[in-house]
């Protein structure tokens, strides 16, 4: 018998699927308060998001449009947002048009990225995302 085939995500990517494929990514990296290149628990770099969906890492400039989606779908949910554990290596703030439509500050919201327990929910589905 042979073994079901995976899919594969399609390069180049829509938007939407950059969005649903970083969101495994960026809960794991959340709730096992990975230490990457900034020396920071939680804190993932654009270049290193970009290398584990298998892009180089100067790819990480082009995910502000799938991370937007990303903070836009936190909000509807209510849930902390995911896209805030994304910053610039260099500044170690988010990139420019990354939405700041919440009240804490980046700091307490990466906090509350951390702590929130993202297992016990289902990751969206690619129609969730792209019907935002």
Same mark, same amino acid.
């Given at each position: 018998?042979?073994?079901? $085939? %995976?899919?594969?995500? /399609?390069?180049?990517?829509?938007? #939407?699927?950059?969005?649903?494929?970083?969101?495994?990514?960026? !809960?794991?990296?959340?709730?096992?308060?990975?230490?990457?290149?900034?020396?920071?628990?939680?804190?993932?770099?654009?270049?290193?998001?970009?290398?584990?969906?298998?892009?180089?890492?100067?790819?990480?400039? $082009? %995910?502000?449009?799938? /991370?937007?989606?990303?903070?836009? #779908?936190?909000?509807?949910?209510?849930?902390?947002?995911?896209? !805030?554990?994304?910053?610039?290596?260099?500044?170690?703030?988010?990139?420019?048009?990354?939405?700041?439509?919440?009240?804490?500050?980046?700091?307490?919201?990466?906090?509350?990225?951390?702590?929130?327990?993202?297992? %016990?929910?289902?990751?969206?589905?690619?129609?969730?995302?792209?019907?935002?």
């Amino acid at each position: 018998m042979l073994a079901p $085939t %995976l899919k594969k995500y /399609l390069r180049p990517a829509r938007r #939407y699927q950059q969005a649903h494929q970083l969101w495994p990514i960026l !809960t794991s990296w959340a709730a096992h308060g990975v230490i990457g290149r900034l020396q920071k628990v939680g804190i993932i770099t654009y270049g290193e998001a970009a290398t584990l969906m298998g892009y180089s890492p100067q790819a990480g400039r $082009t %995910l502000a449009e799938a /991370l937007g989606l990303i903070n836009e #779908y936190c909000k509807q949910k209510n849930v902390p947002r995911l896209n !805030t554990i994304v910053v610039d290596f260099e500044t170690g703030a988010p990139g420019i048009g990354i939405p700041k439509d919440y009240r804490e500050t980046e700091e307490q919201m990466r906090k509350m990225v951390v702590k929130f327990d993202w297992f %016990l929910y289902r990751q969206p589905t690619l129609r969730n995302i792209r019907d935002l």
